[in-house]
């Protein structure tokens, strides 16, 4: 649990936006979160990941976050709820009901409730408020747009939806391009608009999450890459990638797929000009030149998050790299 009084352990001046996806992205929210006030941190979660599955809405990227910030996160499994149990799941299989995507009890409960509300006509941001509220979190977590946008994977077996790429077919098929279905016609988040404008914001952060499935959905709506560069704040990524693996998840091989070297510098040539700073594990300091050379800045520090102290560590090298950069 974060508790407000344990956030600010850093002099950070200043307000932060987070952009998180997956796993990777919820760690280094868990330490921000521990850094940072309720009222510096703002956490903008991906979307495209959502998708109904027995009839309710599944906010996947939204939900690891939450669970990781309420410090009720699986950390082997990586998404879910710790303590979990599984005999809803059980019983659906025994009446020949769909069970690829592996819905627990408790977690069950934030879809239902997540499914009624939206189905009352309420908003996605205000529902996500509400959930996390009776989670006991006080930081700010925003969906990136109230509008749907779905991910969509071609591969060497066709389109597939991006859950079933990832869950059912388990990364396995070869990634040709991504889409993010309704992204022309979705809008970034107001308050997180708004934020953008805000002199106060000191620093933007991009989350160690997949470039392509959990960052790029947030980059693809309107003006997003805009409002990005012309704030104020020095937006920092940091590299999802170390020592050519990614952590967790298909990052790595989806870059091979794609034509790209598994590298955490290709990562940062990805994203180019829109970085002020990027943070290199020290297992890729050779890296470190290279990008200097791009104009951007370089951080080098351990980026694996394994333990609470070592997510509260790289949060804070994250925060005084983005302080020096300010400054
Ligand atoms: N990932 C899996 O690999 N297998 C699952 O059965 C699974 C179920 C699941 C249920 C709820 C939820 O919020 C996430 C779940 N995930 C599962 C993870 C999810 O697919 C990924 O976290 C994101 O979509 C990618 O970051």
Redesign the pocket.
Known sequence: MVDAAQGAQTEFKGKVLALS???GGAKLCRGLAASLSVEQLTILANTG?DFDYWDLR????L??VMYALADLNDEER???LRDETWRTLIAMRRLGGDE????GDQ?LATHVLRTQLLHAGHSLSAVTKQIINGLGIRHSLLPMTEQPVATKVNTDQGWLD??QY??RD?CQPEVRELYFEGADAAVLNPQVRQLLEDEDLAAIVVCPS?PF??IDPILSLADCRSLLKHSAAPLIAVSPIIAGRAVK?PAAKMMRELDMPATALAVAEYYGDLLDGYVLDEADVEYADAIVAMGIKVCVAPTLMTTLDSKIALAESVLNFAASIKA
């Open positions: 996806g997956g796993v990941d599944i906010c996947p990227d939900d690891s990586g998404w879910g690829w995507f592996q819905i977690d991006f859950q990832f869950v388990k997949n499935v959990s998840g």
